[in-house]
């Protein structure tokens, strides 16, 4: 089961879920034009069994400059709920 989805200060609301192989972050917008209102984020990866991390999706490059600090914040707190179990 994924950590309750955290929404920031703008609307958006981010999440974990899973597409059978991979736990993927998500950002879903319902305000955004049609087409952007999710965007994949990137991976939560474990390398070796250890914590989840971030990886970014590598088509959206510098993730902290498109999505802001806030966003990031969200990020963490996510991985850090779900290392937590």
């Keep these: 089961m994924n ?3 955290i929404t920031t200060s ?6 974990i879920e899973s597409d059978g ?3 993927i972050i ?6 955004a034009p049609e087409g952007l209102r999710v ?3 990137g991976r939560a990866i474990s390398f070796n069994g250890g914590p989840l991390g971030f990886q970014p999706t590598p088509t959206l490059g ?3 400059a498109i ?4 966003a990031l914040r969200a990020v963490a707190a996510l ?3 779900e290392n937590a179990r």
């Excluded at 998500?26 to 305000?31: E, G, K, N």
């Excluded at 999505?67 to 806030?70: I, N, P, R, V």
Aim: no cysteine; aromatic share 10%; charged share 25%.
């Design 79 to 81: 991985l850090d709920a």
């Design 26 to 31: 998500t950002i879903r917008h319902p305000d």
């Design 3 to 5: 950590p309750e989805p």
């Design 21 to 23: 192989l991979d736990r």
């Design 39 to 41: 965007i994949y984020m």
């Design 67 to 70: 999505f802001g600090a806030e």
């Design 62 to 64: 510098f993730t902290g």
């Design 10 to 15: 703008t609307g958006s609301t981010l999440a």
